[in-house]
């Protein structure tokens, strides 16, 4: 530890080598200052229901990327490490020798016992060996201002992100007043509530369930022509930023497959509807937790399964991109602490959310309907 401080003493500010997860990090803090900008125009904003979806969809953005701009700093942190412990005897060697040629003493202490003969082999080998040292104590500046950069990196961005979760918070707080005074949706139909009632009481599965909605309509028009095509079938985004775990087909743990796939999603995440619909259920469900069942089109239905918190209710029309629910609230430890494991791992993804695609009462793969990522 005390050749590590005394090293520590040698860095100068900034390391060029560091700017890869630096430049990370600072985007994702100016992705976070973007966000809380809105969050304070979202409260004077006129629809802030809008407002308040796109920032929290910014502030979800801009901590995803503050994550794995910190994972890879803390990556980078530890291997720097591990290699300056691995060398430490190197290290000490290096400055003992860079100290012993720095001294200014008389010109006798470089006089060698065979006489001058010996003592100029002697200052040629020094001459020899001088830039390679000089060498090797750069790239050990460079190493040791790297592992200052990304130790005072980590900590910053980690109280930006704190900062950053504490307006998310507040963002969600508004998006639920907001959805809880709305009143402007337009009403396709109204859902008869004993009619409701006696499905769910009656439906043992999500598909049963999902076949009988149509009977708990009553007073059904055609959704509003603005509204009914937004965004083509077969190119739509996810409806919640997460990792795909399960596809349609494949089966659990428990050795069990369903006709839909299976996200896994960072606490709290926003569901949004990837295309406008008319809402047909939103409330709880048998096992699955908060559903929200949407209709895009005439015969097709999509199941959101998994919700700890559902928005509006059946027989609204809803336009692309509004917020339909909240995924659970998890283990916080897990959600807001970065590592060095991969998302693609499900790192703090501790919530996952069921999406279903029926056509004609029929399941049909959801790939066919959403723009899946590389490897998804």
Do not use: C
């Amino acid at each position: 530890m005390i050749l590590r401080a005394a090293l520590l003493s040698l860095i100068l500010a900034g390391s060029a080598a560091a700017q890869s997860p630096a430049a990370q990090a600072q985007a994702a803090v100016e992705e976070l200052d973007q966000a809380a900008i809105q969050l304070d125009a979202a409260s004077s904003a006129r629809d802030r229901v809008k407002a308040l979806t796109a920032t929290i969809r910014a502030f979800e953005d801009g901590l995803a990327a503050m994550r794995d701009g910190l994972r890879q700093a803390a990556i980078r942190e530890r291997a720097l490490s591990a290699k300056l412990t691995s060398q430490e005897a190197e290290i000490s060697s290096l400055l003992s020798a860079l100290q012993t040629m720095g001294r200014a003493d008389s010109p006798t202490a470089l006089l060698h016992p065979s006489g001058a003969v010996g003592t100029a082999r002697a200052g040629m080998l020094l001459a020899d060996i001088g830039p390679a040292l000089n060498a090797s104590a750069k790239t050990l500046r460079f190493d040791l201002e790297e592992v200052q950069t990304l130790r005072s990196l980590q900590q910053n961005a980690a109280n930006r992100m704190s900062e950053g979760l504490t307006q998310l918070q507040t963002a969600r707080a508004g998006l639920n007043q907001a959805m809880a005074e709305r009143t402007d949706l337009p009403q396709r139909f109204t859902a008869d509530p004993m009619r409701a009632a006696i499905l769910i009481a009656s439906s043992e599965t999500l598909a049963g369930f999902a076949s009988g909605l149509q009977q708990i309509a009553v007073n059904e028009t055609a959704p509003p022509l603005e509204l009914t095509a937004s965004r083509a079938i077969g190119d739509l985004p996810l409806p919640v930023q997460g990792v795909l775990l399960r596809r349609a087909g494949e089966a659990d743990a428990a050795g069990v497959a369903r006709p839909g796939l299976l996200l896994a999603t960072r606490p709290e995440a926003l569901v949004t509807t990837p295309t406008a619909a008319t809402i047909r259920y939103a409330g709880p469900l048998l096992d699955f937790g908060q559903v929200v069942i949407l209709e895009p089109q005439a015969g097709s239905l999509l199941i959101l399964a998994g919700l700890a918190q559902s928005y509006g209710a059946a027989g609204q029309v809803i336009s692309e991109g509004s917020p339909v629910g909240l995924m659970g609230t998890g283990p916080r430890v897990a959600a807001e602490n970065p590592s060095t494991g991969g998302d693609g791992g499900g790192t703090g993804r501790s919530e996952t959310l069921y999406i279903e695609v029926r056509q004609d009462d029929a399941p049909i793969d959801p790939a066919t309907w959403f723009a899946l990522g590389p490897g998804e």
